[in-house]
C-alpha cells in the first residue's frame, strides 16, 4: 500500500512483493496483538488499523490462507476473515496469524 501516513523507512532486498514467492508477511499472534496494544500509547493504538487496511480482494486476506513453496493457493478455509487488530487480540484461544500484503 503506497501510503504516506507513517514516516518509517522499510529497507528490502526485493524490488516488490512479486519478486519472492511468499511476498512481504507479518505474523500476528491473538497474544502478540493483545500486548502491542497495551504497550503502545493510544495515539499509536488507534492508527493500526490504518497501517492494517481492508485487504484487496483476490489479492490477500485477513484470514486462513494454506499456500504452497511458491505462494500458489491451496485452501483458503471458510472462516470469517479478520476485520482488524483488535478483533485479533480479542480472541481468548491460542492463534496465529500472518498478515500478507
Not at 528490502?12 to 496494544?37: C, F, K, M, V
Not at 486462513?64 to 476473515?81: A, F, N, W
Request: with cysteine; glycine share 4%.
Amino acid at each position: 500500500k503506497d501510503k504516506k501516513e507513517f514516516n518509517v523507512k522499510i529497507f528490502e532486498r526485493e524490488t516488490s512483493p512479486t519478486d519472492r514467492w511468499q511476498r512481504y508477511h507479518i505474523g500476528l499472534s491473538n497474544y502478540g496483538a493483545r500486548s502491542l496494544l497495551n504497550c503502545v500509547p493510544s495515539s499509536i493504538a488507534s492508527n493500526l488499523p490504518k497501517a492494517i487496511p481492508n485487504p484487496i480482494p483476490d489479492v490477500e486476506t485477513h484470514g486462513i490462507t494454506i499456500t504452497d513453496q511458491i505462494g500458489s493457493v491451496l485452501l483458503t478455509p471458510p472462516t470469517k476473515p479478520f476485520k482488524d487488530v483488535y478483533e485479533i487480540a480479542k480472541i481468548s484461544r491460542g492463534l496465529s496469524s500472518i498478515i500478507t500484503y
